[in-house]
């Protein structure tokens, strides 16, 4: 049995926005929604995740958190993983 995730990839929109986002996709039944940030998204991303707990309670856990650095254009960019996984 295949788990279904979605990506939220945080960028400048409102934390609310995000939320929201993540809230209708375990609604409609998707039972792993990834939140990733990165460079100067990272804390808006932890920010998102800690919305998410709070408003779905105890029917979502954080799986996993992985940290690391992408080669962008050049540069390296830190980002920022949360996954968070629906209790059956």
Do not use: C, H, W
Not at 45 to 65: H, W
């Amino acid at each position: 049995m295949g788990i279904d995730e979605e990506v939220i990839i945080v960028g400048r929109k409102p934390v609310m926005n995000y939320v929201l986002s993540a809230v209708v996709l375990f609604n409609q039944g998707i039972s792993r929604v990834i939140v990733k940030g990165k460079g100067e998204d990272i804390s808006k991303a932890v920010d998102v995740a800690n919305s998410i707990l709070e408003r779905l309670g105890d029917t979502i856990k954080v799986k996993e958190i992985k940290i690391g650095s992408e080669n962008r254009k050049g540069k390296l960019v830190s980002f920022i993983s949360v996954i968070l996984e629906k209790i059956i």
